[in-house]
């Protein structure tokens, strides 16, 4: 009997020679276009004969176990191959995110202590100025990999197996810097090995499927479900170098694709296009992701004929804990991620530490079921022994996220904990204000924090990015209350902005999150500056 790969180049190697002639990557024109690469399909063999090629050149050059070497290649199919061969090698891999520049590269160059980075030849000139503020040696090369006779400290460690680290994932750092999570082998074959056994309403079928994602590979999702989901089941991946809403159901249907992958900020969008009798004119049997708004979450299946399947992981948990709505009931419009199964433990956690009674919001804390609480999780938070200890507290991880389990046991994502508003009692969740602000045909951005309030404990505070200037004091006043009107016959009175600010930009993160931390810096200063609406005597109770 065939023992398991161990390894993600095995897991690829088994699906090469099961799978040879069938597709495994495939490009199509427009994101061919965006990349200046060929567009077309790439066989599991085609690719295999590319990995050994790279592989043979790391080799050469004296790369393998211990090494880190960095990957900025957005979401080329080059990205795929120089991992599996580093990863054959024993060396570990560091997406790096293309929106990063000099301040956030030296970081990362230097805490992850990478010995090489593979770039495209805009950004190597970026990496090397960056490396050298790190006071760090880095080897650059091209997608064509290194050269023959490229200098490298020889090998550090044995041979790869599971527990080998495969790749080094940094988190958006939306309170912080970064931190970079160590996944190992064993991560990425479980995320696989979980997508090809959940079947229910994501059954993925042996050979056939033909999976289509927007999300970048520089992510958990599409470098760990995405890509290993399709290497397990021998099926094709067809990545897109970002999200074309114009062109959406154009690559859908020219692609044949039976999956896709979404983020939540996609199907509002897709829905506010014009409806078409070309609307179901697809072969999509589900949508695959997480966080669509619960306002246009029935709306969008009715339209397009496909069930959204929420899911909720992080790239700490990996599928050591992960849920998904695979089955019904669904409870579409509640942001159900579904409910858990035997292989995952779970509590929500009030604030004073008891557990949370049903439909109360409280902190999910999550752990593997069986011997093992931590199989399936990243191995640890590079260098900060503390921050990992403390997510581990009392051997459950805590997410910070806040959801609510029903009566039937499902589980409804809330909000973060951190951007959680607590205002006379009352819990407000900043990204569902967040979610009705932007749904305002004025609003380009928008983003909520909490101000001190001497008798309501926090008051809410918007701050917005308009789609035009704003002229001047009176006009500033009048759109305020047209926004706070808007958010008042969608929202509970009291989950209304306060104060109503204009601002030019918004502090977002190199993968457009928002940065909590320096939005609550942003509103500090706002707020002293008093260039805001005060809103508050709009917030009335309705009898």
């Known amino acids: 009997m065939t023992s398991p790969p161990a390894t993600v180049f095995a897991a690829f190697a088994a699906a090469a020679h099961a799978h040879g002639d069938r597709p495994f990557l495939a490009v199509l024109s427009e994101t061919a276009a965006a990349y200046g690469i060929a567009a077309g399909e790439i066989t599991y063999c085609q690719a295999a004969s590319g990995i050994e090629r790279l592989a043979a050149q790391y080799a050469s050059a004296g790369y393998g176990g211990g090494h880190r070497v960095g990957l900025l290649l957005e979401s080329r199919p080059a990205f795929l191959l120089h991992w599996f061969a580093l990863n054959q090698l024993g060396a570990s891999v560091v997406p790096i995110n293309p929106d990063l520049r000099a301040v956030e590269l030296q970081y990362l160059i230097g805490h992850a202590e990478i010995a090489a980075?593979?770039?495209?030849?805009?950004?190597?000139?970026?990496l090397a100025a960056a490396a050298a503020a790190a006071e760090r040696s880095l080897a650059i090369f091209g997608p064509e990999g290194p050269p023959l006779s490229a200098p490298a400290p020889p090998p550090l460690a044995a041979p790869p197996d599971a527990a080998t680290e495969a790749a080094l994932l940094y988190t958006s750092g939306t309170t912080g810097r970064p931190k970079g999570c160590v996944l190992t082998n064993a991560y990425f074959l479980n995320a696989g090995r979980w997508y090809a056994e959940a079947g229910g309403l994501i059954a993925l079928r042996l050979g056939g499927e033909r999976m289509l994602t927007p999300l970048p590979l520089f992510h958990m999702n599409a470098m760990a479900y995405s890509t290993m989901a399709m290497v397990t089941m021998g099926g094709c991946l067809i990545l897109l170098d970002r999200f074309h809403p114009r062109s959406w159901w154009r690559s859908v249907r020219t692609a044949r694709a039976s999956v896709v992958h979404y983020l939540g900020v996609m199907p509002p969008i897709l829905l506010a296009a014009p409806a078409s009798a070309a609307d179901r004119d697809h072969g999509v049997r589900f949508g695959f992701g997480a966080g669509v708004d619960q306002r246009v979450h029935a709306a969008f299946e009715i339209r397009f004929g496909f069930p959204l399947i929420e899911a909720w992981a992080?790239?700490?948990?990996?599928?050591?804990?992960?849920?998904?709505?695979?089955?019904?009931?669904?409870?579409?419009?509640?942001?159900?991620?579904?409910?858990a199964r035997g292989d995952v433990?779970?509590?929500?956690?009030?604030?004073?530490?008891?557990?949370a009674a049903e439909d109360e919001p409280g902190e999910l804390l999550v752990r593997h079921a069986g011997p093992d609480p931590r199989f399936g999780f990243f191995r640890e938070y590079l260098k900060d022994p503390e921050a990992t200890a403390e997510a581990w507290t009392e051997g459950w991880f805590h997410t910070g996220d806040i959801v609510r389990r029903s009566a039937d046991g499902s589980l409804h994502f809330v909000d973060r904990r951190?951007?959680?508003?607590?205002?006379?009692?009352?819990?407000?969740?900043?990204?569902?204000?967040?979610?009705?602000?932007?749904?305002?045909?004025?609003?380009?951005?928008?983003?909520?924090?909490?101000t001190p309030d001497p008798v309501r404990g926090d008051e809410v505070v918007a701050c917005v990015v308009t789609d035009a200037p704003i002229r001047d004091e009176a006009q500033r006043d009048e759109l305020a209350a047209e926004l706070v009107s808007w958010c008042l016959a969608r929202l509970a009175y009291y989950k209304a902005p306060g104060y109503l600010a204009f601002v030019e930009s918004l502090p977002l993160t190199s993968t457009q999150k928002i940065q909590r931390g320096a939005l609550k810096e942003l509103v500090a200063r706002v707020m002293a500056s008093g260039a805001y609406t005060d809103t508050r005597a709009m917030k009335k109770r309705i009898p």
């Open 314 to 339: 992080m790239t700490e948990t990996g599928a050591g804990a992960v849920m998904a709505a695979t089955e019904e009931p669904r409870h579409v419009g509640t942001n159900c991620f579904g409910r």
């Open 418 to 450: 951190k951007n959680l508003i607590r205002r006379s009692g009352e819990n407000i969740s900043a990204v569902e204000v967040e979610s009705v602000l932007q749904q305002h045909p004025a609003v380009l951005q928008a983003a909520v924090a909490a």
């Open 117 to 126: 980075a593979v770039a495209l030849p805009g950004r190597q000139a970026h």
């Open 345 to 355: 433990a779970y509590r929500i956690q009030r604030a004073d530490g008891a557990e």
